[in-house]
């Protein structure tokens, strides 16, 4: 069975970027070992997979509701291994992604900003459900360095009868406002700095400039939503008891 050269060609020119980036990380001494090779070969391998269940998912349209499901479950299960030092980052991870992702899409369709049809739901899905898994282990992580920055200041006021809730708000309303400026500085730079993915999508997908932005601009505003509710969600759970941080053994 022969292979497209295409494919080929294509493969040895990831093969050459994803070397140059181990390359330039060894050389510069950042610590990451082969991570990189391992995460671009771990993507090439489940895009290669999503690829293939698309085309089955766009022929039976009933089957993209599995598809959410193990896209929010996968989301959900990376921030659990991401927020495991929170006292009950766990459960936390879950309720956040889970939050700010269905409020977010419900929003989007509920008000017709994008046409209610299965292409447009997974794509969309994806973009919002990947970043509030983002969201969650920003706020979640920032969280926690703030907690154990500040934890004579959270003691005080603990000593003082605040309740766990009121000792962390200033620490959880610092790391949403940590978690949200990149999202934001990249929002306010679209067009001028950068063209994001979804836009240079949608007119590779044969859709006219003006529809492009459109879709970006719900996209952006859908990121917005869902990373703001995720990490309000995340914080807020995190900060509810005064042992914020697992102490191991």
Known sequence: MSVDPHYLWFGAGLLAMTGLTLGIGRWARIGLGLFPFWAMLRAVVQLTAI?????????VPWTVAAFVVVMLSTASWTAMGRLKDLWHGRRTAVLGVLSGALVTLVVIFALRLVDFQVRYLVAVAGI?????????TLAGRNFLRGARAHSS???????????????HEEIGREAVRESLLPNLDQTKSTGLVTLPGAFVGALFGGASPA???????????????????TGIVVTRLAGRTPYVVIERA
């Open 153 to 167: 200041e959270i003691e005080a006021w603990l000593s003082l009868g605040a309740t766990p809730a009121r000792a």
């Open 211 to 229: 529809e492009a932005a459109q879709f970006q601009l719900v996209v952006l505003a859908g990121i917005a939503l869902t990373m703001t509710i």
């Open 51 to 59: 690829a293939l269940l698309l085309r089955g998912i766009l022929a």
């Open 128 to 136: 919002i459900i990947g970043n509030s898994m983002s969201a969650a």
